[in-house]
């Protein structure tokens, strides 16, 4: 509760386009502003002032020039905004005589005037308003305070309200805006008298800047005061999402640019305001302009905010609890950068805040460096020091910086520190190799090689690592091939897709592994250079499994169906078992293969498998194949496909396991040539033959014969 003041300003804006309920929503400049004082102490109205203000384009809709009566002409000879709002100043200073203990206030029909025109255009223009723009009483609430059975909020306006005074209608003041501001005064004057003796209290506050802050996974949001934003230019930052909302209160810490898949911003954000008025507010700037832009404004819920700015890192929460910070994003670090190089490479000129405490290092869960690091700093100066710095050396790395938001740190820290998004049970997800050449976890003995010339062969690879081709462990050298069909099957060798300029190589040891890794490093190869890094067997084969490997860390393979990630499988004892050769493909799709007893169980009894059927390596919807061999250059084709592939092989493998009842299973070689046959190509026929390994002596319609016992 505050004290009344001594006088009320009632401000009316006119734009040059819509008037009333969508007063503002179609960002049309100011043209002309009205007011009139009102003396509460002495229930006295004072004189209409009003002064045209020159727009930037001088373009009235025929609905503003036939209400208004302003034309083209007569605004072009009037005083910009900057000047209006002075001449207003000043005339509301001398009718006041304001002195010692002198205070008065805003009064407007609703709040379209002060917040959808005053705020965001001075804001387009950068004109600072006065103080007294930044709160105001809103006439209809004030109205509905003294007479609370008059009409909802939203349906009253100034000829409701007078009709509810049963005042008669005013015809002296013809034109539009003067005569709004004639019945307001005279509503005023009868709200503050018997019998309502109205006291005006508590009024609408307009933020003065946004508050950066911190919010947390377990907090709960309002889904009407969220909106999703669209089209922001990939540069912007909280602060000109704040600018571009000015006039509506944005809650703190409720700025989320959004992130993509590479951490990089997607032109979207999420923003919370304190109430669902200000975000319907904010619904009516949809399409309006950031620059040269135009931005979607969308309904979102609190579960979306959340999901961006939500966090629950203790770490993450330390580093921000300190108010009203620029936070600036270090991006290419190198992976031994300390504290101590990261505070002198900002120098003296833009000191850290809190030295080595306002530095926050990216991190893996294993605690390896993502290369990524905020630092915070105390004014915007320092800030912009700081950025000028975009594309300095630290150490032989060039450093990139941006400025980031509190809702960045959670993202970006949320996505390296959680689990992956395929969960990884425990034991661990089946690998795309055979178990006895997978290493234990968290070894770095593999080498990533990337960018092979297309037409490299295994023999190639052999003469590229020279002497620590020796060192390769047995199968244990695998190429990564793409292929644009989403209907890859075994293929054979002329048609296994086009090479990605990826391979991995399994090393002996992790020293030998270093070692290549650091003597091969942009070696030639057929007038390429070759990066070659060190790995782990763990992110080998996530990649093999469809996911990425980059500067940013593992990207889980993407799955944009529903119905191709299933929870979970479980597999009941004894496991079906398949031959090393086939182990490849997923045994949820195996319709119950003749059980055998091989050395090694892949598939131990009580395993939940989490699988995605279709795996992308490195565009989507192209499949992975993947290619295993030793230092001799034998290959073995080995495919992972879509579920109705899967399928198909199902159905073919289980025709194997009866025919096998009889003979030794197939080597990989004569499955391929068995199932790419031009006979069995096509769904149809791959049917006939499995009805025709069902029920012997049915034929199918093609005439193919399937020599065997069970025929």
């Known amino acids: ?179 709004q501001v004639e019945d307001m005064g005279n509503i005023i004057l009868a709200m503050i008298s018997d019998p309502y003796n109205h006291r005006f209290s508590d009024p609408e506050r307009v933020n003065y800047k946004f508050e950066s802050g911190t919010c947390s996974k377990m907090e709960l949001i309002d889904d009407n005061t969220v909106v999703r934003a669209r089209g922001l230019p990939w540069q912007s930052s909280d602060q000109d999402i704040a600018r571009f909302f000015k006039g509506l209160n944005i809650a703190k810490g409720g700025a989320a640019l959004c992130l993509n898949a590479q951490g990089r911003r997607n032109g979207e954000a999420l923003v919370r305001f304190v109430s669902e008025e200000h975000r319907d507010l904010a619904l009516q700037r949809h399409k309006h302009h950031m620059g040269t832009r135009y931005i979607e404004v969308y309904k979102a819920t609190g579960e979306d905010f959340l999901k961006i700015a939500g966090g629950t890192s203790n770490e993450v929460a330390q580093f921000l609890s300190k108010e009203n910070q620029v936070i600036v994003r270090m991006r290419g670090l190198p992976f031994t950068a300390t504290a101590d190089e990261v505070v002198a490479f900002f120098g003296q000129h833009c000191p850290i805040t809190g030295g080595k405490e306002g530095i926050l290092f990216v991190t893996y869960p294993d605690g390896r460096p993502t290369g990524d690091a905020f630092v915070l700093f105390a004014c915007e100066e320092y800030a912009q020091n700081a950025l000028r710095k975009h594309k300095d050396l630290l150490g032989k790395r060039y450093i990139e910086l941006f400025r980031s938001t509190a809702a960045e740190v959670q993202q970006v820290l949320n996505r390296f520190s959680s689990a992956p998004l395929i969960p990884l049970p425990t034991p661990p997800i089946i690998p795309v190799l055979p178990q006895q050449f997978v290493p234990p976890a968290n070894i770095r003995d593999c080498v990533r090689l990337r960018g092979l010339p297309y037409a490299a062969t295994i023999e190639d690879i052999l003469d590229f690592l020279g002497e620590f081709s020796t060192d390769i462990r047995t199968h244990g050298v695998h190429m990564v091939l793409n292929h644009q069909s989403p209907f890859v099957f075994i293929l054979p060798p002329r048609a296994q897709g086009r090479p990605s300029g990826d391979a991995f190589i399994q090393m002996k040891s992790a020293d030998r592994a270093f070692m290549a890794a650091q003597k091969c490093h942009k070696k030639t190869m057929k007038d390429r250079y070759v990066e070659v890094f060190q790995c782990s067997a763990e992110e080998m084969n996530f990649v093999l499994m469809g996911g990425t490997l980059n500067r940013n860390g593992l990207s889980p393979p993407p799955c944009k169906l529903p119905c191709l990630s299933p929870p979970s499988y479980t597999f009941p004892a004894p496991a079906a078992v398949i031959p090393p050769e086939a182990a490849i493909y997923q045994p949820s799709v195996l319709l119950n293969p003749r059980a055998l007893q091989p050395s090694t169980a ?67 070689l004569e499955l391929r040539k068995f199932l790419t046959s031009s006979k069995v190509t096509s769904m149809q026929p791959r049917m006939d033959l499995y009805t025709q390994m069902t029920r012997p002596g049915l034929y199918p319609k093609n005439g193919f014969v399937f020599k065997g016992p069970s025929s």
Request: with cysteine; hydrophobic share 35%.
């Open 1 to 179: 509760m505050t004290a009344s003041p001594d006088y009320l300003v009632v401000l009316f804006g006119i734009t040059a386009g819509a008037t009333g309920a969508k007063l503002g929503s179609d960002e049309k400049e100011l043209i002309l502003l009205l007011w009139k004082v009102v003396d509460l102490a002495n229930k006295k109205v004072g004189q209409l002032h009003e002064v045209l203000v020159r727009p930037d384009q001088l373009e009235l809709t025929e609905d503003c020039k036939e209400e208004t009566k302003i034309d083209a002409e007569s605004l072009s000879s009037a005083p910009q905004l900057d000047q209006a709002l002075r001449q207003f100043n000043q005339s509301v200073s001398n009718e006041l005589n304001i002195g010692v203990g002198t205070s008065f206030c805003l009064c407007t029909d609703g709040q379209l005037h002060v917040r959808q025109i005053l705020h965001p255009e001075a804001s387009k223009k950068n004109v600072s308003l006065p103080e007294c723009f930044y709160s105001f009483f809103d006439l209809r609430k004030e109205f509905k305070k003294c007479c609370p059975g008059s009409p909802d909020v939203d349906k009253l306006d100034v000829a409701a309200m007078t009709e509810c005074l049963n005042f008669e209608k005013n015809s002296s003041a013809s034109r539009y805006g003067a005569c």
């Open 602 to 668: 892949y598939y131990p009894a009580g395993t939940q498998l989490f699988m995605n059927y279709t795996a992308y390596y490195p565009r989507k919807e192209y499949s992975l194949l993947h290619q295993s061999c030793s230092t001799a250059p034998q290959v073995r084709p080995i495919v992972l496909a879509t579920s109705l592939q899967l399928l198909i092989l199902a159905v073919s493998l289980h025709s194997l396991a009866r025919w096998s009842e009889c003979r030794a299973w197939p080597t990989i």
